[in-house]
């Protein structure tokens, strides 16, 4: 009686340790949704700025590993020639917690539409068109309150296939978001 007993616990004990250590050293699942504002500097139109915003989303796998997807609005408030930019992009995402800090790198692929009124005014006539794109960047994230992070990201394009050489605008956006748990 007193084997059994004994071999009972050997068999059970680790397996109910195991299980309460696992689910506290794990911290997935933790995702945010924001908007923030965007500035591009438009290859369209060298030293001109794009304003606009973007509305964006993550998704912490892991304590490091994560998604993120991007709805680039880069000529709501301010454009040229009536020249509009949008954007649509999801990828992963490598984060790095330190106290209220996040800092993070990512890389994107999606698809970006730009459109003007009159297509001479753009270089090679490439729009309106849709175009493959990806992307590369990083940012911060600051914790603010337990609920809500400021962010400050900078995210570099490249839509390889836009008439004639391709269009690799940068944008760079500030805003924050609300975190759900």
């Known amino acids: 009686c007193l ?3 004994v071999l009972s616990l050997v068999i059970l004990l680790p397996s109910a340790l195991h299980a309460q250590a ?3 050293a794990t911290r ?3 995702a945010q949704a924001g908007v ?4 591009s500097n438009e290859d369209q139109y060298p030293g001109k700025h794009l304003q606009g915003m973007t509305i964006y989303g993550t998704f912490d796998l892991n304590n490091h590993i994560g998604v993120e997807g991007n709805v680039h609005l880069a000529s709501v408030f301010k454009s ?7 954007s649509y992009d999801v990828g992963l995402r490598w984060a790095q917690h330190y106290r209220k800090f996040t800092p993070y790198a990512k890389g994107l692929v999606g698809f970006g539409h730009s459109q003007a009124i009159n297509s001479i005014q753009i270089v090679g006539g490439s729009t309106p068109g849709s175009y493959f794109l990806f992307g590369l960047g990083g940012g911060v994230d600051y914790g603010l309150t337990e609920k809500v ?7 570099y394009q490249r839509w390889p ?3 004639p050489h391709g269009l690799t605008p940068p944008l760079f956006s500030v805003g924050a ?3 759900f748990r």
């Open 22 to 24: 696992t689910a506290a």
């Open 28 to 30: 997935g699942g933790i």
């Open 149 to 155: 992070n400021l962010r400050a990201d900078f995210e």
């Open 80 to 86: 040229y020639y009536q020249y509009k930019e949008t």
């Open 161 to 163: 296939n836009f008439p």
């Open 177 to 179: 978001a609300y975190r």
């Open 3 to 5: 084997l059994s007993l």
């Open 36 to 39: 923030a504002y965007t500035l």
